[in-house]
């Protein structure tokens, strides 16, 4: 290797980071998602949701593939402008704590108000380490718009979330007809056709979500829709039991609280109780030091 060369390339076991670059070697960008599709082999999409970037952390340890993300606040009650200001910070914290998986980042609907918008705002994205970007319902204009400037867009079809939810009767199960069906594999298709690199679909039927998915070129990940597609998302809230009551499309694979609680609980009673801290949790002044210490302290 020439010396110029050694200049450029940082190599760690079999990770190569390339210097001015912020891709990493192994990370699990648009074309990995595509590869796991041609090949058959299915993909693990989780949505730590609001919580913070160790959840990221434990579910790229896990060797999961995907991690929806959204801004901590993202909520109904929470203030829309703060959010969207706050999305570029929380990306580079993420990505930070989480160099490999996937990370499909969620945009605020005013943030693709104007295909214009949703340009400057998902390259904005982008560069801070979201490998894709999810603007829910988008426009075929605004999403080939975003496309045709290189934006990686892994969208969504079936049931949307948030405000969109009104013009679908509110958030319920689709494609129970072969007609409503339809219009949910047209959008998939027509999204694909606009350059989607990848979609979730949501409250579908079995059938309709394995058929679908069968059908696009694209990766299909389901949620909430029963069957397998090219891969399955889970919220940590169901993953976790967080929830208040199960949901039927959910399955638990831990109990968070119990065992946070218990953690606390442990270390609360050995505080009480004098087993924390230890002498070893600490260490100790020299003794000359100590003792004039204590006498400058009696004469302070």
């Not at 204009?141 to 405000?163: C, I, Q």
């Not at 069957?227 to 039991?241: L, S």
Request: charged content about 25%; aromatic content about 10%.
């Amino acid at each position: 290797m020439s010396e110029e060369k050694k200049k450029v390339e940082i190599s760690k076991d079999d990770k190569k980071v390339v210097k001015g670059s912020r891709m990493l070697k192994g990370r699990k960008g648009v074309d990995y998602l595509q590869k796991c599709k041609d090949e058959g082999t299915k993909l693990v999409q989780v949505c730590p949701a609001v919580r913070d970037q160790f959840w990221y952390t434990a579910a790229e340890m896990a060797g999961c593939d995907i991690a929806r993300m959204t801004v901590p606040g993202d909520q109904a009650s929470a203030d829309i402008n703060w959010s969207i200001s706050l999305a570029p910070w929380w990306i580079r914290v993420v990505r930070g704590a989480a160099k490999i998986i996937h990370l499909n980042f969620y945009m605020q609907t005013p943030t693709y108000s104007s295909k214009e918008k949703a340009l400057e705002n998902g390259a904005l994205y982008m560069c801070c380490g979201a490998d894709s970007v999810l603007p829910m319902g988008v426009s075929n204009e605004t999403l080939r718009y975003m496309t045709d400037n290189y934006v990686a867009v892994f969208g969504h079809v079936g049931a949307l979330s948030g405000w969109q939810t009104a013009g679908q009767g509110g958030y319920k199960r689709l494609g129970k007809t072969c007609d409503d069906a339809m219009q949910v594999y047209r959008m998939a298709y027509e999204y694909q056709e606009n350059g989607m690199k990848a979609m979730t679909i949501e409250l579908t039927p079995i059938e309709v979500t394995n058929a679908i998915a069968k059908k696009m070129k694209v990766p299909v990940i389901s949620i909430a829709a029963g069957g397998a597609a090219d891969g399955c998302e889970m919220v940590d809230f169901d993953t976790f039991a967080m929830m208040p009551s199960p949901v039927s499309h959910a399955k638990s694979y831990g109990e968070f609280f119990p065992w946070a609680v218990e953690a606390y609980a442990d270390w609360a009673d050995d505080v009480r109780e004098g087993g924390y801290p230890e002498d070893k949790h600490g260490f100790h002044m020299e003794e000359a030091e100590l003792d004039k210490f204590l006498n400058a302290l009696e004469n302070a």
